[in-house]
């Protein structure tokens, strides 16, 4: 991501607790930050529901939700309240005791899902590692194989730690990080012949395949829905090799898509499935979870200082219930459909810019054709001038990621901001 334009001079002040006023200016912060993102000249400081406020005090319609985590948007109630209690009785102390909130937490996870067992830990990188390394595990001590191999997609995302970034199936990830995590192995998304090529390919001599790693819809890759036929064949193909099935839901997973788990669109259970963003709806939670057959982590294999603590897990729960009324999961679809819809008005405007309209719930995706003239960062940062917040999902596509819980004067409003952004950007 390059950053939007030339950061502004002036400090600002910011208000703070106690009282006190912050004050904030864009280059004391590039100073003293490490340059490993390129931010948009906006300093956030204050939410509520789907708007957010900048320092000067310009409002923006929040369509990123601190990119498809801010399940109930900005200072919703319940979060506050589950925030508040938690704090004020006990946020941390260690996986030496049990945990009353993460018990309870594992207990919902697991009735609302088709795993058996959970693990905690911090985001969405780490609970991808645990599940590398419990491939591992299984692969040398179930399968009996010595050089385990994982086989993931190309254009898939699984984080940023050594073993994720070498997991994820892009070499722009990659530049510069070699020698990368031995252990993996990429083939193209959707392509069922590929992947029945790769497995044939890895298996002889002690090189075999333990795993497949998948997203039901790759995100951060260009929000690519899965093919029903080939996750079903996937999921064939395991049950057949002994293979496990690995599903990163930590951007599709709960609710986002509009139903809990991203793996239900696609009429298959994973083995092992991962989740994180959306779960803390922005407190900072990740969770690894299996079915029983595969739950072979013992004491020492594994561990996080953090995961699973009374605060997170608190805040957590707090997202599970909002996430089982009603019409929780009923606006998610309907908000959905009234975007794409709108959406698919815009992009028959512009057919010389805009190819598709893609995406499940409220996880969606304006794609561009390889010819646009425009770019999906100039959209996203023409889209800031109109008061409207997205984010890119590659050079050609722009993501769109309110909080689940937007209305639909909300989608209106966005999609009006968008026109406006469009007509500005492309002169015909
Ligand atoms: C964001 C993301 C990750 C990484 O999560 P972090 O919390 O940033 O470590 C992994 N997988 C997918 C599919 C993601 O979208």
Same mark, same amino acid.
């Given at each position: 991501?390059?950053?939007?334009?030339?950061?502004?001079?002036?400090?600002?002040?910011?208000?703070?607790?106690?009282?006190?006023?912050?004050?904030?200016?864009?280059?004391?912060?590039?100073?003293?930050?490490?340059?490993?993102?390129?931010?948009?000249?906006?300093?956030?400081?204050?939410?509520?529901?789907?708007?957010?406020?900048?320092?000067?005090?310009?409002?923006?319609?929040?369509?990123?939700?601190?990119?498809?985590?801010?399940?109930?948007?900005?200072?919703?109630?319940?979060?506050?309240?589950?925030?508040?209690?938690?704090?004020?009785?006990?946020?941390?102390?260690?996986?030496?005791?049990?945990?009353?909130?993460?018990?309870?937490?594992?207990?919902?996870?697991?009735?609302?899902?088709?795993?058996?067992?959970?693990?905690?830990?911090?985001?969405?990188?780490? =609970?991808? *590692?645990? &599940? $590398?390394? #419990?491939?591992?595990?299984?692969?040398?001590? %179930?399968?009996? !194989?010595?050089?385990?191999?994982?086989?993931?997609?190309?254009?898939?995302?699984?984080?940023?730690?050594?073993?994720?970034?070498?997991?994820?199936?892009?070499?722009?990830?990659?530049?510069?990080?070699?020698?990368?995590?031995?252990?993996?192995?990429?083939?193209?998304?959707?392509?069922?012949? =590929?992947? *029945?090529? &790769? $497995?044939? #390919?890895?298996?002889?001599?002690?090189?075999? %395949?333990?795993? !497949?790693?998948?997203?039901?819809?790759?995100?951060?890759?260009?929000?690519?829905?899965?093919?029903?036929?080939?996750?079903?064949?996937?999921?064939?193909?395991?049950?057949?090799?002994?293979?496990?099935?690995?599903?990163?839901?930590?951007?599709?997973?709960?609710?986002?898509?509009?139903?809990?788990?991203?793996?239900?669109?696609?009429?298959?259970?994973?083995?092992?499935?991962?989740?994180?963003?959306?779960?803390?709806?922005?407190?900072?939670?990740?969770?690894?979870?299996?079915?029983?057959?595969?739950?072979?982590?013992?004491?020492?294999?594994?561990?996080?200082?953090?995961?699973?603590?009374?605060?997170?897990?608190?805040?957590?729960?707090?997202?599970?219930?909002?996430?089982?009324?009603?019409?929780?999961?009923?606006?998610?679809?309907?908000?959905?459909?009234?975007?794409?819809?709108?959406?698919?008005?815009?992009?028959?405007?512009?057919?010389?810019?805009?190819?598709?309209?893609?995406?499940?719930?409220?996880?969606?995706?304006?794609?561009?054709?390889?010819?646009?003239?425009?770019?999906?960062?100039?959209?996203?940062?023409?889209?800031?001038?109109?008061?409207?917040?997205?984010?890119?999902?590659?050079?050609?596509?722009?993501?769109?990621?309110?909080?689940?819980?937007?209305?639909?004067?909300?989608?209106?409003?966005?999609?009006?901001?968008?026109?406006?952004?469009?007509?500005?950007?492309?002169?015909?």
């Amino acid at each position: 991501m390059n950053p939007v334009a030339t950061v502004p001079n002036s400090s600002l002040t910011v208000p703070n607790h106690s009282g006190l006023e912050l004050v904030f200016s864009y280059s004391d912060f590039d100073a003293h930050v490490m340059s490993t993102y390129g931010r948009f000249p906006l300093a956030i400081v204050r939410g509520d529901g789907c708007r957010l406020w900048d320092a000067e005090g310009t409002e923006y319609l929040d369509f990123v939700a601190g990119i498809a985590t801010c399940t109930l948007g900005h200072a919703h109630p319940k979060l506050v309240a589950a925030v508040t209690h938690q704090i004020s009785t006990l946020h941390h102390v260690s996986n030496l005791y049990y945990i009353p909130q993460q018990g309870e937490l594992a207990k919902w996870l697991v009735g609302h899902s088709c795993a058996d067992r959970v693990f905690f830990c911090n985001s969405g990188a780490e =609970a991808n *590692e645990g &599940a $590398i390394k #419990l491939a591992r595990k299984y692969a040398h001590t %179930v399968l009996n !194989i010595s050089h385990p191999i994982i086989i993931t997609a190309q254009s898939s995302f699984h984080g940023r730690t050594l073993a994720t970034v070498t997991a994820t199936g892009q070499p722009k990830y990659h530049q510069h990080f070699q020698p990368l995590v031995p252990g993996f192995y990429y083939v193209p998304y959707n392509d069922i012949d =590929a992947l *029945e090529q &790769a $497995i044939a #390919l890895l298996d002889h001599d002690e090189r075999q %395949v333990a795993a !497949i790693m998948l997203e039901a819809l790759q995100g951060e890759g260009g929000v690519r829905p899965g093919n029903i036929n080939y996750f079903q064949r996937v999921r064939q193909l395991c049950d057949h090799y002994g293979i496990l099935l690995i599903m990163d839901e930590v951007q599709v997973g709960i609710g986002r898509t509009g139903q809990l788990w991203g793996y239900e669109h696609l009429n298959i259970e994973p083995d092992i499935f991962t989740s994180a963003k959306g779960l803390g709806g922005g407190i900072p939670i990740g969770a690894l979870l299996c079915k029983e057959f595969c739950d072979i982590f013992q004491p020492g294999d594994h561990a996080s200082t953090f995961g699973g603590n009374p605060f997170a897990c608190g805040v957590a729960l707090s997202v599970c219930q909002c996430l089982e009324e009603p019409n929780f999961l009923v606006n998610v679809i309907q908000r959905g459909e009234q975007l794409r819809s709108g959406l698919e008005v815009i992009a028959s405007r512009y057919p010389k810019e805009i190819s598709e309209v893609r995406g499940w719930g409220l996880m969606n995706g304006l794609v561009l054709r390889d010819d646009s003239p425009v770019t999906s960062m100039e959209i996203v940062k023409g889209a800031i001038h109109q008061g409207l917040l997205t984010v890119p999902a590659g050079p050609k596509v722009v993501r769109f990621v309110p909080p689940l819980i937007v209305t639909a004067d909300e989608i209106d409003r966005a999609l009006q901001l968008l026109s406006l952004t469009l007509a500005k950007l492309v002169v015909e």
